[in-house]
């Protein structure tokens, strides 16, 4: 199982920023994929998550800025970012449940930095 995860960059406080995880499987070999991340100092976090049935959760901090998509056909997920805030600065991670072990697989971070 591979992850990868892009889209990351400066950004300043209000705007917005896509990223974006291919992975090697049919996501449907999936039972959930989801965006976490983890700033300087602090423990990794939820962002968002979706699962097989589009169900979609989010973090407390994102809810109502932050959009989770898949598209199933191209072997993507995505996290559309607006309204920025300086504490959205982190390394955001891909990620995603295997249906057949149940384990969580990584991608690497990407970061992403905003600007006040």
């Known amino acids: 199982v591979q992850l990868q995860a892009s889209g990351g960059g400066l950004a300043q406080a209000g705007g917005s920023l896509t990223l974006s995880c291919v992975v090697s499987?049919?996501?449907?070999?999936?039972?959930?994929m989801g965006w976490y991340r983890q700033a300087p100092g602090k423990e990794r976090e939820l962002v968002a998550d979706?699962?097989?049935?589009?169900?979609?959760n989010y973090g407390d901090s994102v809810k109502g800025r932050f959009t989770i998509s898949r598209d199933n056909a191209m072997n993507m997920l995505y996290l559309q970012m607006t309204s920025l805030k300086p504490e959205d600065t982190a390394v955001y991670y891909c990620?995603?449940?295997?249906?057949?072990?149940?384990?969580?697989?990584w991608g690497k971070g990407t970061q992403v930095t905003v600007s006040s």
């Open positions: 990620n995603a449940v295997l249906r057949l072990d149940g384990k969580n697989y």
């Open positions: 979706i699962s097989n049935l589009n169900k979609t």
């Open positions: 499987r049919n996501p449907f070999s999936y039972t959930s």
